[in-house]
């Protein structure tokens, strides 16, 4: 028997309406009907391609593709089941339907073991059977395949990060409690990086999501490649990496190689046609001495990271036993701030916002205070970070929220025109339903959505979600406040996009007004920006009587700061509002030796005198005692 003319059939094996067959028979006349059978056949059209025996059989497989093989060999001489052995390995993904004369059940069993998947014999095969016998093992194999790879991409997802294609905290849990073993084993030690990237966030969120996944995918292929094939990398979630690495050389291997991971993470990323940029800080914790199990030595290596993230950021750390109890201490204030918000046990004070030429007090600004049971007050630089570290900000700036709206909606009389300015965190800002949970919290208290005010810095302005949620606060009455201007993503283009009704002076730019040359112009540029803008201006931090005259002579009357009056109690503050001796009703008393800054002395670089004098000496009035 020949081969059919033409193509190699194989070539197109699993064309639709077609099975590609490739019979292995020694016999040309058994061969030749076999063919006639499939040639015949009508519900299925065969390409059948004809070859002796198996070794012909596995020189066509490396050639071409078939979607089954029909066989016929004397298995029962023995060398046919060899035979069989070796199709089977070289046509793993290829069903195999074996034809015998012999009819036993034994042998069919070990057919079947060989990898035969169906057991013809001769003399009871019709072509209708044959036929039917070869369609249902391509049908039956094919099913087996799609289930194995279901099984197979489960596995994957239920062990790996679907974003980076690392294994996840279940498949590196198991895989380190292997590697574990094995060093213990062999006395070998083992490195643990816990690697959380420092300004991913600000990446993520104004440059979009979409950057940001795939920039966690880059640093994730930069780990992979940067460490052999023993080493294990995993993603944990968000923007945090733990690399194990086995038994490094040298006594500084585990710093040196935290050094290594950290500056490889440093490198410019070039991402949809921007160039990106982030940081890592990194914890280190070593088997065995930092701990024998696999949840102790990933644990240690957090704790290291964030004495990473203490230590300004962009750091390697090794664990020290010392860390425990400020972990032990830090997780304990979690709780009771927790309590704390339940309790009631957290306090508000109000900064008064002065306009300083008409003498009236304009806003109070929002300041949380803790006073622990036990610890006394606790100071906001201590509970804030690690409210926003652990996902406790949104109740907390909730309550603070809340509450600051309850006080403000009680006051009558002057107190009655008194905003209430309240901080709000990326955190709460995150929140889709935030706008929402503002209109409900105005509802319940019955305060005037214009009285209340909501600062939030440039950085937080700068993602477009967040510009959408200050539309909808806008729409509600609600005005927004940049805070801290200066300090951040400074832009014009941020400043033309975002609604704000106004701009909050860092009191950085105050205090280096009276001390630098360049001060007075920088702030006398950002008063005019802003009003040029149509949005107010309220200087922050003025302590001295200096920094208020210098601020009244460039235009700026609206002003926040101990000079005018510290954080103080909901009573107290109450009190200051109709108080005849408020300090910014009082007279102002200065040294005969003092007089406000000259014209001349603001303007004594050319390059100032240029950018200013356009101003006109209209512009610059000057408050003289």
Same mark, same amino acid.
């Given at each position: 028997?020949?081969?059919?003319?033409?193509?190699?059939?194989?070539?197109?094996?699993?064309?639709?309406?077609?099975? %590609?067959?490739?019979?292995?028979?020694?016999?040309?006349?058994?061969?030749?009907?076999?063919?006639?059978?499939?040639?015949?056949?009508?519900?299925? =059209?065969?390409?059948?391609?004809?070859?002796?025996?198996?070794?012909?059989?596995?020189?066509?497989?490396?050639?071409?593709?078939?979607?089954?093989?029909?066989?016929?060999?004397?298995?029962?001489?023995?060398?046919?089941?060899?035979?069989?052995?070796?199709? =089977?390995?070289?046509?793993? !993904?290829?069903?195999?339907?074996?034809?015998?004369?012999?009819?036993?059940?034994?042998?069919?069993?070990?057919?079947?073991?060989?990898?035969?998947?169906?057991?013809?014999?001769?003399?009871?095969? !019709?072509?209708?059977?044959? !036929?039917?016998?070869?369609?249902?093992?391509?049908?039956? +194999?094919?099913?087996?395949?799609?289930?194995?790879?279901?099984?197979?991409?489960?596995?994957?997802?239920?062990?790996?990060?679907?974003?980076?294609?690392?294994?996840?905290?279940?498949?590196?849990?198991?895989?380190?409690?292997?590697?574990?073993?094995?060093?213990?084993?062999?006395?070998?030690?083992?490195?643990? $990086?816990?690697?959380?990237?420092?300004?991913?966030?600000?990446?993520?969120?104004?440059?979009?999501?979409?950057?940001?996944? @795939?920039?966690?995918?880059?640093?994730?292929?930069?780990?992979?490649?940067?460490?052999?094939?023993?080493?294990?990398?995993?993603?944990?979630?968000?923007?945090?990496?733990?690399?194990?690495?086995?038994? &490094?050389?040298?006594?500084?291997?585990?710093?040196?190689?935290?050094?290594?991971?950290?500056?490889?993470?440093?490198?410019?990323?070039?991402?949809?046609?921007?160039?990106?940029?982030?940081?890592?800080?990194?914890?280190?914790?070593?088997?065995?001495?930092?701990?024998?199990?696999?949840?102790?030595?990933?644990? +240690? %290596?957090?704790? %290291?990271?964030?004495?990473? /993230?203490?230590?300004? =950021?962009?750091?390697?750390?090794?664990?020290?036993?010392?860390?425990?109890?400020?972990?032990?201490?830090?997780?304990?204030?979690?709780?009771?701030?927790?309590?704390?918000?339940?309790?009631?046990?957290?306090?508000?004070? *109000?900064?008064?916002?002065?306009?300083?030429?008409?003498?009236?007090?304009?806003?109070?600004?929002?300041?949380?205070?803790?006073?622990?049971?036990?610890?006394?007050?606790?100071?906001?630089? @201590?509970?804030?970070?690690?409210?926003?570290?652990?996902?406790?900000?949104?109740?907390?700036?909730?309550?603070?929220?809340?509450?600051?709206?309850?006080?403000?909606?009680?006051?009558?009389?002057? $107190?009655?025109?008194?905003?209430?300015?309240?901080?709000?965190?990326?955190?709460?800002?995150?929140?889709?339903?935030?706008?929402?949970?503002?209109?409900?919290?105005?509802?319940?208290?019955?305060?005037?959505?214009?009285?209340?005010? $909501?600062?939030?810095?440039?950085?937080?302005?700068?993602?477009?979600?967040?510009?959408?949620?200050?539309?909808?606060?806008? /729409?509600?009455?609600?005005?927004?406040?940049?805070?801290?201007?200066?300090?951040?993503?400074?832009? *014009?283009?941020?400043?033309? =996009?975002?609604?704000?009704?106004?701009?909050?002076?860092?009191?950085?730019?105050?205090?280096?007004?009276?001390?630098?040359?360049?001060?007075?112009?920088?702030?006398?540029?950002?008063?005019?920006?802003?009003?040029?803008?149509?949005?107010?201006?309220?200087?922050?931090?003025?302590?001295?009587?200096?920094?208020?005259?210098?601020?009244?002579?460039?235009?700026?009357?609206?002003?926040?700061?101990?000079?005018?009056? /510290?954080?103080?109690? /909901?009573?107290?503050?109450?009190? $200051?509002? !109709?108080?005849?001796?408020?300090?910014?009703?009082?007279?102002?008393?200065? &040294?005969?030796?003092?007089?406000?800054?000259?014209?001349?002395?603001?303007?004594?670089? @050319?390059?100032?005198?240029?950018?200013?004098?356009?101003?006109?000496?209209?512009?610059?009035?000057?408050?003289?005692?």
């Amino acid at each position: 028997m020949t081969e059919p003319e033409g193509p190699d059939p194989g070539a197109e094996a699993g064309a639709e309406g077609s099975i %590609a067959v490739l019979l292995v028979v020694e016999d040309q006349l058994s061969a030749g009907r076999l063919f006639d059978v499939l040639r015949d056949a009508t519900a299925t =059209r065969f390409e059948v391609t004809h070859v002796q025996d198996v070794d012909e059989a596995l020189e066509k497989l490396q050639k071409a593709s078939y979607d089954v093989l029909l066989v016929d060999l004397p298995v029962e001489e023995g060398y046919g089941l060899e035979s069989l052995y070796r199709a =089977r390995v070289a046509a793993s !993904t290829i069903p195999i339907v074996l034809l015998t004369y012999q009819s036993d059940d034994h042998l069919a069993l070990r057919a079947t073991r060989a990898g035969a998947q169906d057991y013809l014999i001769k003399g009871e095969v !019709t072509p209708a059977l044959i !036929t039917r016998s070869l369609v249902h093992a391509v049908e039956r +194999h094919r099913m087996l395949r799609d289930l194995r790879d279901a099984q197979q991409r489960q596995w994957f997802l239920a062990n790996h990060d679907t974003l980076t294609s690392l294994p996840n905290r279940a498949a590196l849990l198991e895989s380190a409690r292997t590697a574990i073993e094995t060093a213990a084993r062999r006395s070998q030690g083992l490195v643990f $990086l816990f690697v959380d990237l420092d300004g991913f966030k600000p990446v993520n969120d104004n440059l979009g999501h979409a950057i940001g996944d @795939e920039l966690l995918a880059d640093v994730a292929g930069r780990l992979r490649r940067l460490r052999p094939r023993q080493d294990l990398v995993a993603r944990l979630g968000g923007d945090e990496f733990v690399l194990v690495a086995v038994d &490094p050389p040298g006594e500084d291997a585990p710093v040196r190689l935290a050094e290594e991971v950290r500056d490889e993470i440093e490198k410019p990323y070039h991402i949809g046609g921007m160039e990106c940029f982030v940081s890592a800080s990194i914890g280190v914790s070593v088997f065995p001495q930092d701990g024998e199990n696999v949840e102790e030595l990933i644990r +240690h %290596a957090d704790t %290291a990271m964030y004495a990473s /993230k203490a230590a300004g =950021r962009n750091a390697v750390t090794l664990y020290e036993k010392e860390m425990d109890q400020e972990t032990q201490e830090r997780f304990a204030l979690v709780n009771s701030l927790r309590e704390a918000i339940r309790s009631g046990d957290l306090l508000l004070e *109000f900064q008064p916002q002065v306009h300083v030429g008409s003498e009236e007090i304009i806003g109070a600004e929002t300041l949380v205070r803790w006073r622990h049971p036990t610890r006394g007050v606790v100071a906001p630089s @201590e509970f804030i970070g690690v409210a926003e570290d652990t996902g406790m900000m949104v109740p907390l700036g909730e309550w603070v929220l809340r509450n600051a709206c309850e006080v403000a909606a009680s006051w009558a009389g002057d $107190l009655s025109r008194v905003r209430v300015a309240v901080n709000i965190s990326g955190r709460q800002l995150e929140q889709r339903d935030f706008p929402d949970r503002v209109q409900a919290i105005l509802t319940e208290t019955g305060l005037e959505s214009g009285r209340l005010e $909501l600062e939030l810095t440039e950085s937080l302005a700068a993602n477009d979600s967040v510009l959408k949620a200050l539309a909808s606060l806008q /729409k509600l009455g609600v005005r927004t406040a940049i805070d801290d201007f200066g300090t951040g993503y400074s832009s *014009f283009t941020l400043l033309k =996009r975002m609604p704000a009704d106004l701009l909050k002076i860092d009191q950085s730019f105050v205090h280096d007004a009276l001390s630098q040359e360049s001060g007075v112009v920088i702030l006398d540029a950002i008063l005019r920006m802003a009003r040029g803008l149509g949005m107010e201006v309220i200087a922050e931090g003025v302590e001295t009587l200096e920094e208020m005259d210098l601020l009244l002579s460039l235009g700026c009357h609206q002003m926040q700061g101990y000079l005018l009056g /510290k954080p103080i109690p /909901k009573t107290e503050f109450e009190a $200051l509002v !109709t108080a005849h001796d408020a300090p910014w009703r009082l007279p102002i008393s200065r &040294p005969e030796t003092w007089s406000p800054p000259t014209r001349e002395e603001l303007l004594r670089s @050319e390059e100032a005198a240029q950018d200013v004098e356009s101003v006109g000496d209209e512009a610059l009035p000057v408050l003289r005692g």
